[in-house]
């Protein structure tokens, strides 16, 4: 059904640039703003300081839960539970820190839900999808990545900050998901350019 396919992947929404922007300023200044508020009088050269020194430390941790995709899980999950209302058959979806990814392989259609984007649920043909493929590395973690329109998705089945075997337990597991998304992906991708020849 083409009136529900997205014309143009977003993988950054404004949504998520305004969440941080707000957070990234809103935080350190207000926090500031109450401290000196506190502590009458105020005084601007008291106040400045105390917001940049907030500042530095909610930069980080904002940085870190990003990096994570740990910000905007409340708006994904929210936004998850829409995709119900849709006419397709997802029978199969990951979810990770780069968002939730929806796969309906008999329809060669394709949802995402970006981290980044997260107030959206995006639908596309499988045919516009390329090159899914498994990256495993005992340093980086395990991920199948895959393109939309050129656009670059990384979806970790693995990340960690030890070193893991990837030939036992946890890490051949990882290699394993990694490589079912990528068939799975694959062959929507066949029953999408199937149905466009049939």
């Known amino acids: 059904m083409k009136e529900f396919e997205t014309e143009k992947f977003e993988k950054y929404g404004s949504f998520f640039f305004l ?28 106040f400045l300081p105390l917001a940049i020194a907030f500042g530095f430390f909610i930069w980080i941790a904002l940085l870190m839960l990003i990096a994570w995709g740990g910000l905007t899980n409340i708006f994904v999950k929210r936004t998850a539970k829409k995709i ?12 990770g820190r780069a968002g939730i990814l929806y796969i309906d392989v008999a329809n060669g259609i394709i949802g995402f839900i970006s981290a980044y984007n997260p107030k959206k649920i995006q639908i596309f043909n499988a045919k516009r999808i390329t090159e ?6 005992t340093m980086t973690g395990v991920r199948f990545v895959f393109y939309v ?28 998901k990694a490589d079912a998304f990528v068939e799975l ?13 049939g």
Request: glycine share 10%; charged share 15%; net charge positive.
């Open 19 to 46: 969440l941080v922007l707000g957070l990234a300023i809103g935080l350190p200044f207000g926090g500031s703003l109450i401290v000196c508020l506190v502590s009458p009088p105020f005084r601007l050269d008291v």
């Open 132 to 137: 899914p493929k498994t990256f495993a590395s």
């Open 84 to 95: 119900s209302s849709l006419p397709y058959q997802f029978n199969s979806s990951f979810t």
């Open 185 to 197: 992906l694959l062959a929507a991708k066949a029953n999408a350019e199937g149905r466009m020849q």
């Open 149 to 176: 329109d050129g656009k670059k998705i990384t979806m970790y089945t693995l990340l960690t900050n030890k070193m893991v075997n990837l030939k036992s337990g946890i890490g051949a597991e990882a290699v394993s």
